[in-house]
């Protein structure tokens, strides 16, 4: 491929600087991700895109598992009186619910709706098979699809129709269910540097943020390229509001009957968006190595040479036994388009073998984060990926965090704040709590309240937008 | 525990032999593995079921995969218009599908359906994706939920909702096509035979139960205890019929536009009724080792002992950490409870433990499906289970191959095919393949054609119920 073609072939994905949102858009289309479904605000999750899910299914699940959460499937149709008995969470939900009227030709009794959410269901189920303190706590998770009907959507972002886990656990005390709530937050987070080298700013949400139903919402908030946060997992302490609603009660050790006390947390499929966004270049995807479908892509050069393929097939062989996603790119495209191709793709590494490498038995390695390259001997190729794998998920998730460390702010006055989030950055404000002081910065700049981080540190003690005193370090920022 | 309270205990169970329905019901209840929803026809899968069902997933996954599919997720909701494209498809899914009308308060301007299967909206993004024969074979999966609105529901046999595998291929040829439908079919059988332990008769359906829309369907027939069949999987043949009605096309190296062949295939949450109505006794289930979500139980006797919860302990550590599934039971019901308890769920293995056991270096275990005891050194307790838990599956597989084989009787009459199908037994009979004789059988005895062996040799040349030339053997039985 000439240089010419190369470039025409960059050229496809628009300027990651001055069209983010367009850049994403094509990236998640043009390497095939994802393709929009026939109805509006659905999205399908091509296999390449799906394998990316996959593995943050099975390393998300292992943690949920080991934290003692057992794996359930509670029903996708819920009946709509459900919805009504918890009264901010009909508020919440009520005008994006899916409804079913009818079962081919006969109309339903009672309205049903998809699950937004299954908070309802499974807490009509709990009261039925809760009894006895023995019984706490429970421990539920579910993973699932879900269905709010959005107005605005895009590709794993925001969909109507979205993949997530659900988990939904009882506790005898608050204290308990406060450790549950953010022992999950804990465990997200962690994910979240390990598997998807994100750093994430975690804390407390605004009241005005919160879950529909929850006494107290946690997130983890994560920074884009673009300066916008992304809320990539939430964890909700529901104190003892829907065991109420939906009457759950256990007889406790003192021979009374008792109210317990309940969480909830979830990821999505918006933790993809998450991973495009923080690490993604002009050329593409970057992916990162312990969620990437393909680890390392093997380009045979001089392809038709005598021995390079079946050297090819051999190294890929050994790699996938020694548990690297390996596959050999054996199509006829040039060996630049094919460079072209799975860089957009966002494979961590490249594996070049040709026929002087094969006499010199050596490969040439080549990440995708930096574009460094390196020799290597065939001897112990196995070991050397795989720490090559490692560097590269620590370069990435170092990368991202001075990014979104150096991207914070202080402010001490609107001004100061809307500077802040027109150029990209999270606003870190000293706020008083109030509503009407979160209601104005919104209008006045389009920055939400994002988190109260756990581990911010005081700056002053009065609120810049109503200039009374301030009890909370709280970040604003624009956000997906 | 007393006698007369154990038999108490196992008295909760309907009789298998007089009750059969009735039995069923109690184990999946009682053993937690299933609860009915709120909306009428939806099952709620415990952890304990769902456990089963994440092995099976596993399993069938590794093989899917292993035969050169993806995985992918497509839209729940489908356009009503869709579903019409496709004529029989149509005839066969509207009277059962779940309809939307609304977002919110917002009427759709067109209806939309819940999936009842995918073959349609993932027909719909092949005519977006297939443009060239290099495009092709296309081979994806996708484990999903679907809807079917039934009228008579039963935990994992039917239920509205159900969740399942689809795979959906495209090819070039009828040839590969055809060979890929047969493939599958030949994946399941091994599947049934290596993970489920079930034998099953593999075969072509009749036109009258082929799938809607399909040139041929394909399926498995497994024989319950009560003698009934359960379609346990199928794999169709679609030829051109869904790439023509979606204008699926593609420039074939010939330079001309060509419609692609297709293939579809599935199993469901109901292999779960499958394992349990084929392996259960009175005691309530037998689970075949390898999905079986705990292989070992282990019951510590004289527990509260000296030493004998840390040598349990001990031994679960080991047992885990060989990749065997184990678990200690620690509470406090007396053992005999415990030993019922675990037996009605069907754990493979009963694992016992006491001052005597430990002081002579050895342990007691027990088969659930046989109740014979072994005495082993505890030096080589890895490999004795291990070995074990092979043998009880091969025992399994054996004894349901035999009560299949021995179950099975060639029939020369309506009467004899009648006594057949009472007494619990599929009837094999010769039959001309006219859909007149098929539903004559039906009406006059309740049994359905259910499949014509690959195997089968013909044993006649007469179909007894019209007297015209028979060409096929079938087999007849009343089914799930």
Excluded at 451 to 478: Q, Y
Aim: glycine content about 6%; hydrophobic content about 35%.
């Amino acid at each position: 491929m000439s240089k010419k073609n190369q470039n025409q072939f960059v050229s496809e994905i628009a300027d990651i600087n001055t069209d983010f949102p367009r850049w994403y858009t094509d990236v998640v289309i043009k390497t095939e991700l994802v393709d929009y479904g026939p109805v509006k605000g659905t999205m399908v999750i091509r296999p390449y895109g799906y394998a990316i899910w996959e593995n943050i299914q099975s390393e998300m699940d292992k943690r949920i598992k080991k934290t003692g959460h057992q794996n359930a499937y509670f029903p996708m149709l819920i009946p709509y009186s459900f919805l009504t008995r918890e009264k901010e969470h009909v508020e919440g939900f009520a005008p994006e619910v899916a409804l079913i009227t009818h079962f081919g030709d006969e109309e339903l009794a009672e309205k049903l709706v998809v699950r937004p959410t299954s908070e309802t269901i499974i807490c009509e189920m709990y009261s039925k098979w809760v009894k006895s303190y023995r019984d706490l706590p429970l421990k539920i998770n579910q993973w699932a699809n879900v269905m709010r009907c959005e107005k605005t959507t895009r590709p794993f972002l925001r969909t109507s129709e979205f993949l997530w886990q659900e988990g939904h656990t009882l506790h005898t005390t608050a204290e308990e269910a406060e450790g549950e709530t953010l022992l999950m937050l804990s465990v997200y987070e962690e994910f979240m540097k390990n598997v998807l080298a994100i750093p994430v700013l975690t804390g407390k949400k605004s009241e005005k943020e919160k879950f529909a139903g929850a006494v107290a919402t946690y997130s983890m908030e994560a920074m884009m390229l673009d300066g916008k946060s992304l809320q990539a997992g939430t964890s909700h302490y529901l104190g003892q509001n829907f065991a109420e609603a939906f009457n759950i009660k256990y007889l406790d050790k003192d021979e009374k009957h008792k109210f317990p006390y309940q969480t909830s947390w979830g990821v999505t499929t918006r933790l993809i968006g998450a991973l495009i966004m923080v690490h993604g270049d002009q050329r593409g995807l970057v992916l990162p190595p312990r969620v990437a479908p393909i680890q390392t892509i093997i380009i045979p050069v001089a392809m038709h040479k005598d021995g390079v393929l079946d050297k090819a097939k051999e190294l890929e062989n050994r790699l996938v036994e020694a548990g690297i996603r390996t596959k050999t790119d054996t199509t006829d495209n040039s060996t630049g388009w094919k460079f072209n191709e799975w860089e957009m793709k966002g494979v961590p590494v490249r594996l070049e073998v040709g026929p002087r490498d094969i006499e010199n038995n050596q490969v040439v390695l080549c990440r995708r984060d930096t574009n460094e390259k390196i020799t290597v001997s065939m001897d112990n190729l196995e070991g050397e990926i795989q720490k090559l794998l490692d560097e590269i998920h620590e370069a990435m998730y170092q990368k991202a965090k001075d990014y979104l460390y150096s991207n914070i702010v202080p402010v001490n006055s609107i001004e100061e704040l809307k500077e802040a989030v027109d150029n990209g950055k999270f606003a870190k404000m000293m706020w008083c709590e109030d509503r009407a002081c979160e209601d104005k910065i919104k209008e006045l700049t389009g920055a939400t309240s994002r988190v109260m981080p756990f581990d911010s540190e005081p700056f002053g003690d009065v609120c810049p937008i109503c200039g009374k005193k301030a009890t909370k370090v709280m970040i604003f920022a624009k956000a997906y």
